[in-house]
């Protein structure tokens, strides 16, 4: 066999294998529907998540008060207290937000949270994974550094 038909013959299997591998892709990939339906279980267990963490944040700090939030910013909970600064004769507020955001066309799944201590923002973070290649356990393990950074700032006293 010459060298011109055994390359021939090699490019054809080459594209053969490139084919087969498109079309398992394609298979594998999620359709809109199944993305959607994916994104809503995943924005379930993590806004239970949020919720109990934030929960146990609240029993620990006596006055805070627990929100479960549902709204275009998305799905979560949000703890809240207001006290007043006697030396300072004003009101300070601290605050915990974090959300589930809502379903995109960029099919990712994405949490974002906001911390305020004595009126000091403390913590603006964010973060997404796409749909298709998402860890409930990682994003969990984040929840749950969040609150807890935000418990040790608080308790500090700052």
């Known amino acids: 066999m010459e060298f011109d038909q055994r390359l021939e013959k090699a490019i054809q299997r080459g594209k053969q294998t490139r084919d087969a591998h498109g079309r398992e892709a394609a298979a594998k990939a999620l359709n809109l529907e199944d993305l959607k339906n994916l994104h809503s279980k995943c924005r379930l267990d993590l806004s239970e998540h949020i919720?109990?963490?934030?929960?146990?944040?609240?029993?620990h700090f006596p006055?805070?008060?627990l929100e479960t939030l549902v709204n275009d910013e998305g799905w979560g909970a949000r703890i809240t207290r207001d006290d007043l600064d006697i030396p300072e004769r004003k009101n300070v507020y601290s605050r915990v937000k974090i959300v589930v955001r809502p379903f995109t066309d960029a099919h990712i799944i994405a949490i974002a949270a906001k911390a305020t201590i004595r009126n000091r923002e403390i913590l603006n973070r964010s973060h997404y994974q796409f749909l298709a290649q998402h860890d409930m356990?990682?994003?969990c393990e984040l929840i749950d550094l969040w609150v807890l950074e935000y418990a040790e700032k608080f308790a500090t006293g700052d």
Request: some cysteine; aromatic content about 14%; overall charge negative.
């Open 51 to 59: 919720e109990g963490c934030l929960a146990k944040l609240a029993d």
């Open 63 to 65: 006055g805070f008060q």
């Open 137 to 139: 356990t990682s994003f």
